[in-house]
């Protein structure tokens, strides 16, 4: 079975950006715990953007869909679900592993 890549962005309203960040650097400890999480790492844009990215790594799409029933993400919509200036873009990967095995997929 192949693990699942996650790719989220997450786009603050203006002004919120403090208030998102901080509720999902509360909620990765939560997710960290669950079954079958093999990543779960917070990125900030760099630049002009105030989008955050969430890199996932998930060791089934059965574990992915018992993380998007777990209480940690049920709180983090309630959290930040009125701070978004825009859906979350979510979108799915199966790795394409080439090169050296610890370099080449996530």
């Known amino acids: 079975m192949s693990p699942v890549i996650v790719v989220a962005t997450i786009s603050p309203k203006p002004g919120e950006e403090a ?3 901080d509720a999902v650097l509360a909620a990765i400890p ?3 715990a669950e079954p ?3 990543k779960y790492a917070l990125h900030e844009a760099t ?3 105030t989008d955050l990215v969430m890199i996932e ?4 799409m059965e574990a992915l ?3 998007g029933k777990a209480p940690a993400l049920a709180e983090l919509g309630k959290a930040i679900g009125n701070l ?3 859906p979350l873009d979510v979108k799915t990967f199966t790795a394409v592993p080439a090169g050296d095995d610890d370099k080449g997929a996530v």
């Open 30 to 32: 939560q997710v960290h």
């Open 19 to 21: 208030a998102v960040r």
């Open 57 to 60: 790594r998930w060791e089934s």
């Open 47 to 49: 630049g002009d953007s």
């Open 84 to 86: 978004l200036a825009a």
């Open 36 to 38: 079958g999480c093999g």
């Open 65 to 67: 869909a018992a993380h």
